[in-house]
């Protein structure tokens, strides 16, 4: 069955083929990212997303151990698409945006190529008997089915068990090959500490005659200036503005918050310094 992240892959590769065919939109020179593009990159983060969200209800769908690897690589992509979206809109002009997309986005789009293009092997193991017919020693039969000891050695007395007793160490059903076992390793160790990814963009059909969403909401997915002006009867101009006003937020509140710290250390150092002055 094709799960959400593969699913996800095959449509924004088929879009990224799509662009990478067609002759425009092109800006300055550079073939910029058409919209059909970047509707498609934003489905893909809608669809990879944790949250499932009912009603009044959140919760978050379950991540299984194979699909760690598809998570970072679309976790990274919300990233680097977040991060051009508020450059985008806080630029004062086109000549300030790389229309066709910086290095971290595409080094993210790649990533995820890479990952729905790539077949492992993960074939089974060749029987210990015919191994040993072609002179393979003991450690590497052990490196072969991933047999190790606490340590990280080769485990030498399953060799000799499975050998005597074919089925003491081996059962074809559950065995994982060492490689496929060092992968989801990886995987789960990038993993670790990981928050649920919320849906971040905003389709105006979605609404219909409902209410949209509210400005302050807009502005904290990084909508787009357009869909913000068109959702609540804006001028362009000043929904670019709010964007921008709220890029410039986030920055002064860590600006502030950076000298509130600073300010923290200079008094305690101050106090410290009284402190241990003689009477």
């Not at 959702?231 to 670019?240: K, M, S, T, V």
Request: aromatic share 6%; proline share 5%.
């Amino acid at each position: 069955m094709t799960n959400r992240y593969r699913l996800a892959s095959q449509e924004l590769s088929a879009a990224l083929k799509n662009w990478e065919d067609g002759e425009g939109p092109t800006i300055g020179g550079r073939k910029a990212i058409s919209q059909a593009l970047s509707d498609a990159i934003e489905d893909a983060i809608n669809s990879t997303a944790d949250e499932i969200i009912e009603g009044d209800s959140v919760t978050n769908k379950p991540i299984e151990d194979e699909d760690f690897d598809a998570v970072l690589a679309f976790d990274q992509l919300a990233d680097a698409y977040r991060d051009f979206k508020r450059r985008a809109c806080a630029a004062v002009s086109l000549s300030e945006i790389d229309v066709d997309g910086d290095q971290a986005l595409w080094r993210a789009i790649y990533a995820i190529r890479e990952w729905s293009t790539t077949r492992y092997n993960y074939a089974p193991p060749t029987p210990i008997s015919v191994l040993r017919s072609q002179g393979v020693g003991d450690e590497q039969i052990a490196r072969i089915y991933g047999w190790f000891t606490s340590e990280g050695e080769p485990d030498l007395e399953k060799v000799l068990g499975e050998e005597m007793k074919p089925g003491t160490w081996y059962d074809p059903k559950k065995w994982v090959h060492p490689a496929k076992r060092k992968r989801l390793a990886a995987a789960r160790q990038g993993i670790q500490g990981r928050s649920p990814r919320r849906r971040e963009y905003i389709r105006e059909s979605q609404y219909g005659k409902t209410a949209p969403p509210s400005l302050d909401e807009l502005v904290r997915l990084g909508a787009p200036a357009p869909q913000i002006a068109a959702l609540h009867g804006l001028e362009i101009e000043d929904a670019e503005a709010l964007l921008r006003g709220s890029e410039h937020s986030v920055q002064l509140a860590a600006s502030e918050s950076a000298e509130a710290a600073r300010l923290e250390r200079d008094t305690l150092a101050q106090v410290e310094k009284t402190a241990k002055r003689p009477r």
